[in-house]
């Protein structure tokens, strides 16, 4: 719908527009009228209006001067001259001071009709393209934080970016380097399985929000902050004007490991790369820190570990600990929790951790871990019981934590998986019971109920035992059993199916053929017929 003002002195004139066209039936309400301009502003101030349709000369103020002055003050507003001077002159003022069109009195129905109607589509297109544009502004806004990211990631993590064309990115965040010096330090959640865990997914991109806010506001104003999230770490672009020491740099991380356990709840280790000139030279403090972090091996949470200042390639060269490998697998079988913990602490041990790169100990401590997989997968052991839904997903999240956790990971890992293997031996060992209380005992009158009772066992767990182990109900195991019973005693051709049937375990001879049709296919006679 539109709102549509008439401003005409002669009142016959305004009646006869009003009147003589069905404006409702056109999306078009007729909001206001007005005897001259300085009345029509009066208006305007109150009512919403997006078509005026105006004469030209008036008392006070004319139509020119009145669209003059609503072009720019209400400049949404289209508007047409009506006048009975049929001069090209007013014409082209009035388009000047921004009239959208104009017509001369006396002007036909339909050609008012037809201009307010070109009028309102233009409106319409205007309305879309102004929505169009709105939506790709709040399009643009919502994708600046990503822009943000990606750039800040290509500055630092790509070899000789595109300088020029990343710092104009980072300015539409009003992101700038005003100083110097450049360095990095990452910052790397110790205990990553716990805390995601513990949060959904949503949540723990929010922690990991709020830790980078807290970063950029923990550090003093003479040095630039900017987080950005990388394969879960944290990295910390620093650009100052001064050159910060070891002792330095370590006060303010332990600023920021501060202010994350207390508004946060978790600890971050961090590793810290050199500071010198140029921006090219982040993409090198990065991976210090990084190898800080990876090389030079740390345990425990909450750490401050610095670069070397040499890159060493051998610290990852490793032999695994295969014989502690064994060890460990084998006390998950015997289900001692004692005798695990101490083999699991052997194996540890053997990674020489504090030794070798950070990586080879994950990629040992995840072999371990596929170790245990194996193990249920050959044990027919749920392994998404143990190791959850997504085991990708566990993989790249303990790849995120502490050495420590991992450790405890495993540690608790390989209890779950000994009591899996606990339960299903004992499940096998009531199953045997079951399965020779059976044996012994079908031909007389026995059920699900007392085979439970005489091994001290619920039915309902009884069923549940067949089910999983022989993929047969109990009552089928029983009646397979009577009939293969049955089909020996047809080898006697002097029995009578009567006494087979009771020997068998049935009273009732009757249900003794159906049942034996339904497991044999045939009846007892064809059997008997057929043995013969």
């Known amino acids: 719908m539109f709102n549509m003002i008439i401003v005409d002195d002669e009142e016959r004139a305004r009646v006869g527009i009003r009147t003589l066209i069905d404006w ?52 949404h507003i289209k508007s047409v001259i009506m006048s009975g001077y049929d001069d090209f002159a007013y014409a ?24 307010v109607l070109d009028i309102t589509e233009q409106i319409q297109s205007e309305k879309l393209e102004i929505k169009s544009l709105e939506h790709l502004r709040q399009g643009f806004r919502e ?71 807290i970063c950029e506001e923990s550090l003093p104003e003479t040095i630039v902050c900017i987080a950005f999230e990388h394969q ?3 990295v910390l672009i620093l650009n100052t004007d001064e050159l910060l020491d070891h002792e330095e740099l370590s006060g303010y991380i332990r600023i920021i490991q501060d202010n994350i356990l207390s508004y946060l709840r978790f600890t971050v280790s961090a590793g810290i790369g050199s500071i010198d000139k140029n921006l090219q030279h982040l993409r090198r403090s990065f991976l210090e820190a990084s190898q800080a972090l990876n090389t030079r091996n740390y345990t425990g949470t909450g750490k401050i570990v610095e ?92 790849s995120r934590s502490s050495l420590d956790h991992i450790f405890q990971s495993l540690l608790e890992t390989a209890l779950l998986v ?66 293969e019973h049955a089909c020996l005693l047809f080898k006697d051709p002097g029995m009578r199916i009567e006494d087979i049937a009771l020997q068998s375990g049935y009273n009732d001879t009757k249900y003794f053929y159906q049942v034996f049709k339904k497991y044999k296919g045939i009846t007892p006679n064809q059997f008997r017929s057929n043995a013969e």
């Open 307 to 398: 670069f070397s200042g040499e890159f060493d390639d051998e610290a990852s060269q490793s032999s695994y600990p295969l014989h502690e490998e064994q060890e460990v697998l084998k006390a998950v079988r015997n289900g001692s929790p004692e005798e695990i913990a101490g083999k699991l602490t052997l194996f540890n041990v053997a990674l020489q951790p504090e030794t070798v790169s950070r990586d080879q100990v994950i990629k040992s401590s995840l072999a371990l871990f596929f170790a245990l997989y194996k193990l249920c997968i050959e044990n027919n052991v749920n392994v998404n019981k143990v190791f959850g839904q997504n085991l990708t997903e566990l993989i790249q999240v303990l």
């Open 92 to 115: 082209q003022q009035a388009i000047r001071v921004g009239a959208s069109n104009y017509l001369l009195k006396p002007s036909r129905r339909q050609e008012i009709l037809s201009t």
């Open 232 to 234: 879960d770490d944290i």
């Open 418 to 483: 000994s009591e899996h293997l606990t339960s299903k031996k004992n499940s096998n060992k009531l199953l045997e019971a079951a399965k020779l209380y059976i044996g012994q005992n079908y031909m007389k009158d026995i059920n699900r109920e007392i085979v439970a009772r005489e091994i001290y066992i619920t039915p309902g767990y009884l069923s549940l035992l067949f089910k999983q182990q022989l993929k047969t109900s109990f009552t089928d195991y029983l009646h397979k059993v009577r009939i």
């Open 143 to 213: 994708s600046l934080p990503l822009l943000k990211e990606k750039t800040l990631s290509q500055l630092v993590l790509t070899e000789s970016p595109a300088y020029p064309r990343l710092l104009a990115n980072l300015k539409m965040n009003n992101l700038v380097f005003p100083y110097l010096l450049y360095g990095v330090i990452l910052l790397r959640i110790d205990n990553f399985r716990q805390l995601h865990q513990k949060y959904l997914h949503e949540d723990t991109e929010l922690l990991k929000y709020g830790l980078k806010n």
């Open 24 to 75: 409702q039936a056109h999306g078009i309400t007729i909001v206001a009228e007005a005897r001259d301009g300085q009345e029509a502003l009066d208006i305007l101030g109150t009512h919403q209006v997006d078509i005026m349709l105006t004469d030209i000369r008036m008392p006070q103020m004319d139509g020119l001067e009145l669209i003059s002055i609503v072009s720019g003050k209400y400049p």
